[in-house]
């Protein structure tokens, strides 16, 4: 039982981690399209806020793969 | 000079590691009831998957058919305080047998952990000697770190020899990925007066994870494929490190906006000075999982794919674990590069947020 409940778990933090890094990349699009110039810039920021919600979806992982 | 006595420690260091795995290959004759005891076993793919993740006090290669494994037995070094140090070859305490009044537990929640017994065979779970042995892990950080000596040494080498002109070599190969680090985490970030002081620790950083993960990768002859970089207690202590420069590099800006957030009213204070006391941990800590958990995921990924040739007990599967392995490989090389870069980066941004001026 405690498994299914850290499957869901797992499955819940892709969902919010899979939205957040979308828009992110999403946003990161319009960005550059509008200022192609700025690319590397844009991208290091996209990298810095991909990676943070990347930690917390990180999070829910390792707490789902202990209380399995 | 340097590179030949670099050479010659990586030679001693490969040395130890086949002296120790020709004696791993001598079977101990106690044995012989123990063989076979795998075999009739159902395949259960998350403990095979977790024993291929987790440190270990041998270096498990392959199990032959009749069920007798041959591995690397690496050296236990253990301290307790009525027994003292004791160092002797991990090969004693296999297959749960006793040494020195010592067991490597095979089951329940010290598994894998020594634990000290006394006559009638019971374990004192309350004093676990401290255990200082050479794993799996250790032997492959330790050789990452030679590894990384060498081509540094070689390299600072070649810089005394030419000085700064046109790359030649080793140069060619690593001079762009330090200008990298300079030029896109540190100069960026620190500002242009206060990075030197932390580019060393930045590029230690940088190549020995890198080279880690790297190494973490190449699954087979011994010395590489060890799981480091997705070991908890490397990047705890890497996070550590970060940690300790990012507090003891914060000017009086870094703790007044602890202590004394600007703007922020007086009677609001009791609550944020635990906010942003929990915030100096938290940073570091969500370092450590990040990198752990990505290079772990990632084993574990390309792991549950080889056990799915496994699982379905056919080699019609293998061509597609293949390709799927292959592919996740690819993913797990740029995860590898990227996770190196951020934890880089990361270190980097807290440096600054440390030594900023106030402005």
Known sequence: MTGTMAAIGAGLAVIGAGLGIGRIGGSAMDAIARQPEATSKIQTAMIIASVLIEGVALFAVVVSLITN | ?359
């Not at chain 2, 120790?20 to 159902?42: I, M």
Request: contains cysteine; charged residues 15%.
């Open chain 2, 1 to 359: 000079m340097k590179a030949r006595f670099v050479t010659g420690l990586f030679l001693i260091f490969l040395l130890i590691v086949f002296t120790l795995q020709a004696k791993g290959q001598e079977k101990p004759a106690a044995r012989e009831d123990d063989v076979h005891e795998n075999n009739s076993e159902a395949f259960n793919p998350s403990t095979f998957i977790l024993e291929h993740i987790a440190d270990s006090h041998e270096w498990h290669i392959l199990t032959k058919k009749n069920g007798e494994s041959v591995s690397i037995y690496l050296p236990v070094i253990l301290y307790s305080k009525d027994k003292g140090i004791d160092i002797f070859s991990s090969r004693r305490l296999a297959k749960g047998h006793e040494y020195k009044g010592y067991r490597l537990e095979e089951e329940g929640p010290l598994q894998g952990k020594i634990v000290a017994v006394n006559e009638a065979g019971i374990a004192d779970e309350k004093n676990l000697p401290f255990d200082f042995s050479i794993t799996k892990t250790v032997v492959g950080m330790l050789f990452s770190a030679l590894l990384g000596l060498f081509l540094f040494i070689t390299l600072s080498r070649s810089y005394k020899k030419t000085g700064i002109s046109h790359p030649k070599g080793i140069q060619s190969f690593l001079e762009p990925v330090i200008l990298f680090v300079r030029d896109e985490i540190a100069l960026p970030n620190i500002g242009i007066h206060k990075y030197e002081k932390y580019m060393p620790y930045l590029l230690s950083v940088f190549f020995f994870i890198l080279i880690n993960s790297l190494l973490g990768m190449i699954p087979f002859p011994p010395p590489f494929g060890a799981n480091v970089s997705g070991n908890i207690a490397f990047t705890f202590v890497l996070a550590c490190f970060t940690f300790l420069i990012t507090q003891f590099s914060g000017n009086k800006n870094y703790w007044r906006h602890i202590f004394a957030t600007p703007g922020v009213p007086f009677w609001l204070l009791p609550i944020m000075i635990p906010v942003e006391l929990i915030g100096i941990i938290s940073k570091p800590f969500a370092l450590m999982i990040r990198l752990f958990a990505n290079i772990t995921a990632g084993h574990i990924i390309v792991l549950s794919l080889v056990c799915l040739i496994f699982i379905f007990k056919s080699v019609a599967v293998a061509p597609a674990s293949i390709v799927l392995v292959i592919f996740m490989d690819c993913i797990e090389l740029f995860v590898a590069f990227l996770q190196t870069y951020v934890f880089t980066l990361l270190s980097a941004l807290f440096i600054s947020m440390a030594v900023e001026e106030h402005h």
